[in-house]
């Protein structure tokens, strides 16, 4: 019998990123470009749930929203000053909170993926207006408040704050911006020792403008015991929400947040006693202004993205490792969605989820997914029948197609579209090969 030949050609598509092996797909898009998705997680029922924010009202309403694993939507709440951050709980339950609502100065939200959307606490004028929440490993969820004060040259106080899922609330810490303007909070991230870490950003002015900012990164006990354990008094940016590496280290990024900051923005490392490392500088052409908190996933790697810059100008998603290693996995652009800016997450089936603000290219926002490419990896002949196996995922959906030789201009559909159960994926081309028959596997949207 005469060998059956395989190639294994890349699929060129719209979505094909600067990787051979990973490929961008676009999952959702916005109605409108005024009420991007902002956020994603995943609940306990295997549904993704996010926010869309309602810019053109300019009333701050939010919509939670819930997308089913296929990528379809159904919309729920539309809720006065809703922040655009959620985070899953031990108790199988999704937490979000609001600027205001609740007394008039800001509540905690649950969303419960059996029932409706319940407020579970509201805060006094006392608090400031809760800024986000983020769930701790002791069960407990933690969040930041920021004043109200609108007086530029006034100090600003934040509050940080532990809210247990039983109804209660005790604020940790109240600081104090000695520098007058209160430019940015990192929601606090809790670590494996049971502290809590996160960052404050202050920008200086000289008189009037902006000329740098001051970054602080802090250790908080769970009893109140707050250190300052690095400073960065001359940083190009502010820091976002820091994260834990799988190596015990807290990583994170500085963004150009302000117009008057020559910098790309970084990303960096800190040890939980402070001691800081630059480990990437961005300079525009692989990315600009990176402001989401970044992602540490399953294969020991951190991943992020910018919100600017890369090959259209419209952000990148790239992918570091703790040596400062930096691969650029996607380009941003018209057929993608442009401007990422909330953080990414890495669901139940192994692939990377985000969302995009949209752009001038890409006017709406998308939901979108970083996944493996299919590779074909083995082919078994038994009694004139082909059998392809590669890789997939859980609800991916592929198309087996062939041609007769490298010179055909086309290629044929052998299978239209399969759906994937599992990590592989096989299929048998029954009918008998001619003298030789290339394959390939497409990853539809």
Partial sequence: ???????????????????????????????????????????SDGNFYGTFIHESLGLGYGTVFRMAPDGSVTSFGFIPGLNDGLALA????????????GLGYGSILKISPAGPITTVYSFAATNGAPLGIRAGFDGCLYGACQGTNDFRF???????????????????????????????????VQGPDGFLYGSVSSPKFSPWLVTSNRTSFYRLSTNGAFQSICSLTNSPGSAGDLVFGPDGFLY???GDRQVYSTSDGLVFKLSTNGVFTNLFSFHGTNGSNPQAQL????????????????????????????DGELSTLANFD??????????????????????????????????????????????????GSATLIWNSFSNGIYRVEFKPDLSAVSWTALIPRVTATDSTISFSDNSPPPDNRLYRVVLLP
């Fill in 1 to 43: 019998m005469k060998p059956v030949r395989l190639s294994l050609l890349p699929v060129l598509t719209a979505c094909m990123t600067s990787s051979a092996e990973l490929q961008l797909q676009r999952l959702y898009t916005s109605a409108t470009s005024s009420n991007p998705p902002t956020c994603l997680v995943q609940g």
């Fill in 90 to 101: 031990q108790d199988g339950n999704i937490y979000g909170t609001t600027t205001n609502g």
């Fill in 154 to 188: 006034f100090p600003q106080l934040f509050y940080i704050f532990r809210y247990d899922t039983n109804g209660a609330l005790t604020i940790l810490h109240t600081g104090t911006n000695i520098s007058g303007v209160q430019d940015s909070i990192g929601l606090p």
């Fill in 252 to 254: 994170g990024v500085i």
């Fill in 295 to 322: 992602l540490t996933a399953s294969d020991g790697l951190l991943y992020g993205t910018t919100f600017r810059g890369g090959a259209s100008g419209s952000g990148t998603l790239f992918r570091i490792s703790s």
């Fill in 334 to 383: 018209a057929a993608t969605g442009g401007n990422p800016l909330a953080s990414l997450i890495q669901a139940s089936d192994g692939n990377i989820y985000g969302t995009t603000k949209g752009s001038q290219l890409s006017a709406f926002g998308t939901i979108f997914r970083l996944v493996e490419s299919p590779t074909i990896t083995d082919l078994v002949l038994t009694n």
